[in-house]
């Protein structure tokens, strides 16, 4: 299973920006997508997660200001962010709750993608 994550970059205060993820390889199911973060000196928290069904889970500092989505044909994750502020300056961890067609069940994580937004 890989994930490939991708939009991070710099952004201003109050700007946008939207990471994806996209899931590929030996997959037969997911069940929940995610993002998670991890800021220098901190633990790595969770910052939303959509299940197939479409219910989601948001950390309370992001909600009302993110989106997550997800596209199940593709198996591919959004996170919408907006309103962005210096504290949600991290590297941003893409994640699935997956089985394989091997039978597999796991979480998975892909590379970290840096949002950095500058104040």
């Known amino acids: 299973v890989q994930l490939q994550a991708s939009g991070g970059g710099l952004v201003q205060a109050g700007g946008s920006l939207r990471l994806s993820c996209a899931a590929s390889?030996?997959?037969?199911?997911?069940?929940?997508m995610g993002w998670y973060r991890q800021a220098p000196g901190k633990q790595r928290e969770l910052v939303a997660l959509i299940r197939r069904g479409g219910h989601t889970n948001y950390a309370d500092s992001v909600r009302g200001r993110f989106t997550i989505s997800r596209d199940n044909a593709n198996n591919t994750a959004y996170l919408q962010m907006n309103s962005l502020k210096p504290n949600d300056t991290a590297v941003y961890y893409c994640t699935i709750d997956g089985e394989t067609v091997a039978a597999r069940k796991g979480w998975y994580w892909g590379q970290g993608t840096l949002v950095t937004v500058s104040s």
């Open positions: 390889g030996s997959i037969f199911s997911i069940n929940a």
